[in-house]
């Protein structure tokens, strides 16, 4: 069985960095991981900078990745807005990614919206997209729980789903923002999805260390798409304690270990993965990266 690795690392994974890594060594982050075997790559946000600025300098990432060497890698760009998301196609991304949160108070925080009128940009973004040419992703952000509103009830991200769904984005993806979920609430969600006719993924943090144990929830319940983030770096800026995503590097040595096939050369992400943690000046939360592929595993 061949899983989908999105690595979201340059984009989800520094925007909460106190670190702020130039467009130039963004633009070489996203090289190394489409060397490592990345076929998906969410490069750069196109939100406003001085609300993000670790993510300042959008256009310049894009246009300085190595696309003759990283022919088979599509480069994604995360947008809130319309706005944002002509910004990304006009800078020539593979892959839009529009990503909301099904609570009124952090859509209201995040972007300025509610959910009714993020579920409504979806369906516009979406008949865009397809007309541009441009592969649409959409992400439920805060599905298994919001920092403000505590827990979301599964009946609710189903029916937001069903909206988004019905206009066929390429992708819908269950974003589980600040780490809440468990492996019931995976299964529960991803059997609720199966009629939905659209691909679904899902993108999950490890705050409350059940990353991982969710992925394979995901996994066993039909999921073929899993965001990670190199090292496990990441969190979102208004979200209260959020902290990183799952470690791709992590990740791809389980599902490896599980004699599924991602695609990726691990030892390279390990070295990519070494690299970014001298970059940022520090060390990263992913485990396997500091010890090692032990014992060997096939990929």
């Known amino acids: 069985m061949r899983l989908e690795i999105v690595e979201v690392g340059p984009r989800d ?35 406003n900078p001085k609300r993000v600025p670790q993510m300042a300098g959008a256009e310049e990432v894009l246009a300085g990745v190595d696309r003759l060497r990283s022919a088979g890698t599509a480069y994604a760009g995360l947008v809130l807005n319309e706005r944002g998301y002509e910004r990304a196609v006009a800078a020539g991304v593979d892959e839009v990614r529009y990503a909301f949160p099904v609570t009124d108070t952090f859509a209201g925080r995040n972007q300025n919206t509610t959910v009714r009128g993020a579920a409504g940009l979806a369906a516009r973004l979406t008949e865009r997209a397809r007309g541009d040419g441009v592969r649409v992703s959409v992400t439920l952000s805060a599905a298994f729980g919001c920092p403000f509103e505590g827990r979301v009830e599964t009946a609710e991200v189903l029916r937001i789903s069903e909206q988004v769904s019905a206009h066929r984005p390429d992708e819908l993806v269950f974003a589980d923002t600040i780490g809440a ?62 902290t990183g995503n799952i470690a791709t590097e992590d990740l791809v040595y389980l599902l490896h270990g599980m004699g599924l096939d991602t695609g990726i050369d691990l030892e390279a992400l390990v070295d990519c993965a070494g690299w970014l943690s001298g970059k940022l000046g520090k060390e990263l939360p992913g485990q396997v990266h500091k010890a090692g592929t032990f014992p060997p595993v096939a990929g």
């Open 13 to 47: 994974g520094l925007q909460n960095e106190r670190e702020h890594l130039s467009p130039e060594t963004r633009a070489e982050l996203c090289d190394r991981l489409a060397a490592a075997g990345a076929l998906r790559l969410e490069a750069a946000s196109f939100v």
């Open 181 to 242: 979920g468990v492996p019931s609430q995976v299964r529960e969600l991803a059997d609720g999805a199966e009629g939905l006719g659209v691909t679904v993924g899902c993108h999950f943090h490890n705050t409350r260390n059940t990353g991982l144990a969710n992925a394979v929830a995901a996994v066993e319940s039909g999921v073929t798409a899993l965001d990670a983030s190199v090292g496990g770096t990441g969190g979102c800026p208004f979200a209260p304690r959020a």
